[in-house]
């Protein structure tokens, strides 16, 4: 029996240990991408993490980033609450599937978000960052990620079975050589707001400035190895000050 619970306690640690690399993996891609245009997460006093979940990321920012307000936003109610209790030090509110959100004109100086536009119908898609963009500080930072045509690439060749869901006519090359700018296949016809979705580096640097004063500071393709998703390419945005 004791050694059925060490080797429990044991397995589960690993299991800690895991999610932790993982997670901290994925915020040092984000501040990799923010260093490549001189900014760091160090530098940001009031953060919020578009679609937390529970918190998955955010946690680890209260001892990354101490002198920081942290906060959170999500649709799913059981996972803000969760994060409420767990984290007291940080603000976690619930958002519903289209804008807005109950956070006050210019709270934020960064806002930034894991694999939430690479879900959002085009429609939702932009309404939503024109929201982000009226609760960010002018001169304050997004970052986002989303599935580029080199997402494609991945799927196809390591995650055949998740290449096959995006409904496509034809090979990743081919989607690649149409030029088609943006992508998207609900879920259903129950979710018509939530599915999967495709955007190219071109469409963001040519629609995403219009959504609220925003400049693109950079677009890295590939930035964050994601098996068996493909790959998370990360778009680092500022406002623009008036």
């Not at 299991?15 to 530098?43: C, I, P, T, V």
């Not at 939702?124 to 690439?153: A, D, Q």
């Not at 469409?203 to 890295?220: A, H, I, N, T």
């Amino acid at each position: 029996m004791i050694g059925y619970l060490t080797t429990t306690l044991r397995t589960e640690a690993s299991r800690r240990g895991a999610n932790k690399r993982y997670d901290m993996n994925q915020l040092q891609f984000f501040e990799a991408a923010l260093n490549r245009s001189g900014l760091s997460l160090k530098q940001f006093r009031s953060i919020l993490e578009f679609g937390c979940g529970y918190g998955r990321l955010a946690r680890h920012l209260f001892s990354l980033v101490p002198d920081a307000r942290i906060s959170g936003c999500d649709i799913i109610a059981k996972d803000v609450v969760w994060c409420r209790k767990r984290y007291p030090k940080g603000r976690f509110l619930v958002n519903q599937a289209k804008p807005p959100v109950a956070f006050a004109d210019e709270e934020f100086d960064f806002i930034y978000s894991y694999s939430v536009f690479t879900h959002l119908s085009e429609e939702n898609h932009l309404n939503w960052l024109k929201e982000l963009s009226r609760i960010l500080k002018p001169g304050g930072v997004m970052l986002h990620t989303v599935h580029s045509p080199v997402c494609l690439k991945r799927l196809e060749m390591f995650s055949p079975h998740r290449f096959s869901s995006y409904g496509l006519p034809g090979t990743a090359e081919q989607f690649m050589k149409s030029g088609t700018p943006f992508y998207y296949i609900p879920y259903g016809p129950d979710e018509p707001e939530y599915g999967l979705t495709l955007l190219t580096k071109e469409y963001v640097s040519r629609v995403w400035p219009g959504q609220g004063k925003l400049r693109v500071l950079d677009f890295v393709e590939g930035a964050i190895e994601a098996y068996p998703e493909g790959c998370q390419d990360i778009v680092v945005l500022m406002k623009e000050k008036a």
